[in-house]
């Protein structure tokens, strides 16, 4: 019996180690996404480096996640609902780790931009607002996780609809900019790529909510409406 019991803390303990990892690294991709925006607000070089060099961090965190996850099933045997729990984080971090690699994208297209002696960006307020409702929609999607909410979880699922409008709004917009002047076409296009990856945050905070209602309830909502899966999960 007791050493049953050991058995289950130790399992207890890996676990938590697992959830702390996770929510460390979801930290450190939130503070990367926020300074790359901040890139294309400023260019700095400082920051972009900054951006650039997270990048290699969160690579590492990802690693040791996926080890530790590797060694929980190898070695404790959960059961069907810690195994539905290990399998969502494993998603969730593959999810994190993407966003990185946006937020790098955007440092990135940074440079580039005021590489050129641009003195702003174009849509610049549009660009900026998109991106804060993306890292809000991961800061918000971090705390579901944590907190296990699935409502909250599904309003990120259907916000995500309002980033993909601003994507293709400042798409539009800057089609028009670089008809209107063939000049500013490299800096529109370096524009619309950062565009983009914050798009692609959004849909990666929606992937990570649809984790958070497949945890909890056992519902793969994935490509359906989620409040009818997350309803039919609770009536199950």
Do not use: C
Request: proline share 1%; glycine share 6%; net charge negative.
């Amino acid at each position: 019996m007791a050493t049953s019991e050991h058995i289950s803390k130790q399992f207890d303990a890996d676990l938590e180690n697992v959830r702390s990892q996770v929510l460390q690294m979801g930290g450190l991709v939130e503070g990367q996404l926020m300074a790359a925006i901040d890139t294309l607000m400023t260019g700095s070089e400082d920051l972009i480096s900054r951006v650039i060099d997270t990048e290699r961090r969160v690579n590492t965190i990802e690693k040791e996640i996926d080890d530790a996850i590797t060694h929980v099933v190898a070695r404790r045997q959960p059961a069907a609902s810690d195994l539905r729990l290990i399998m969502g984080v494993s998603k969730i971090v593959t999810d994190l780790e993407r966003i990185g690699d946006e937020a790098e994208k955007i440092a990135r297209m940074a440079r580039q931009i005021y590489g050129r002696g641009a003195l702003s960006i174009p849509r610049s307020v549009d660009v900026r607002q998109s991106g804060h409702h993306a890292s809000q929609a991961l800061r918000r999607v971090l705390d579901a996780m944590a907190r296990l909410d699935t409502g909250e979880a599904e309003k990120i699922i259907a916000e995500d609809k309002l980033i993909d409008t601003e994507f293709r709004a400042i798409l539009r917009q800057l089609i028009t900019y670089m008809m209107e002047d063939p000049r500013t076409i490299s800096t529109a296009l370096d524009i619309v790529w950062a565009a983009k990856a914050i798009e692609r945050v959004g849909d990666h905070a929606k992937n990570i909510a649809e984790q958070v209602i497949y945890v909890v309830n056992g519902t793969d909502v994935r490509h359906t409406r989620a409040s009818a899966s997350t309803t039919a999960g609770d009536n199950a």
